[in-house]
């Protein structure tokens, strides 16, 4: 895929009335972007991103005290996977002050006000009226929800690193890669989506595509994988942010006119997602 072809928004300046708010080139770029479930993000220049980067770089050191950080559950803590050389440190929002110093814990909720923003967005385009968002959300929208800051690395130098074709299950993901590898599925086939400088990859999920089903403007979930691919440094760090539901939460189908069409437990949303797709993450 040509570069020029995956859009490119900025987002405005932080407001105590409004928040930020998402903008695109054009209204053919916003359709684009719709289109493919997935937009290149100018990163704003209050975000310290390269204090963040820094402290996953520093994650990997056999000596690193984040090593120690727990496992709860399936998805949180400190994870070495063998069977794909991934090794993470995930963590869900409640324990960001709990585990990540202070800096790191604030550079989540700067992405939290950016998954809010890119939420509301899709939500002005969709047409569902306002008052109706946070409840279709499952309150992400307003702060609540469930969000989840991870710092990934994969090591290139084994050969069977990546990350099958599947969609995420939640409704943005913000993306930091430091490296080539990220491809997307279009019309059929997979076509790389480059590194762009200076900017996130953001892509919708399965969560959003739901709540936004019977609107004026659904949105798609983006098939995408992660493949092999040689860089300078032989370990591959990157940085996500998934903007979830409340996952003991339930989320709400509404159109245009705010009328309620159908709902969905998180849970049972993500138990008919997990039997359908070949999701490795
Ligand atoms: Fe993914």
């Excluded at 968002?133 to 307003?142: E, K, N, P, Q, V």
């Excluded at 480059?194 to 798609?220: C, K, M, Q, Y």
């Amino acid at each position: 895929m040509r570069n020029s072809q995956i859009p490119v928004a900025t987002l405005s300046d932080d407001s105590a009335s409004t928040g930020r708010q998402l903008f695109f080139a054009s209204p053919e770029a916003l359709d684009r972007a719709w289109e493919l479930g997935l937009f290149y993000l100018k990163i704003p220049d209050d975000l310290d991103l390269e204090c963040a980067r820094q402290f996953g770089r520093e994650l990997v050191a056999s000596d690193s005290p984040y090593r120690q950080v727990p496992q709860y559950g399936e998805l949180e803590g400190f994870i070495a996977l063998e069977n794909n050389q991934q090794t993470k440190l995930a963590l869900r929002r409640e324990r960001w002050d709990q585990h990540y110093p202070e800096h790191i814990a604030s550079f989540g909720r700067q992405l939290d006000a950016i998954g809010i923003a890119i939420i509301c967005a899709v939500f002005r385009q969709s047409g569902i009226p306002k008052a109706l968002w946070d409840r279709a959300s499952g309150g992400y929208a307003s702060g609540g929800g469930d969000a989840f800051l991870n710092f990934v690395h994969y090591d290139t130098r084994t050969p069977d690193w990546g990350l099958r074709p599947h969609t995420d299950y939640g409704f943005v993901t913000i993306l930091d890669a430091s490296a080539p590898g990220l491809q997307i599925e279009v019309g059929g086939e997979f076509e790389a989506v480059p590194v762009l400088p200076g900017h996130f990859i953001i892509n919708f999920g399965e969560a959003l595509n739901f709540i936004t089903a019977h609107s004026d403007r659904a949105v798609s979930a983006v098939t995408h994988r992660v493949v092999s691919q040689q860089s300078s440094d032989p370990v591959r760090h990157g940085i996500v942010y998934f903007a979830n539901p409340d996952l003991d939460g339930m989320l709400w189908q509404f159109n245009a006119t705010g009328e309620e069409q159908g709902s969905s437990s998180v849970d049972d949303l993500f138990a008919q997602l997990e039997g359908r797709l070949t999701a490795n993450r």
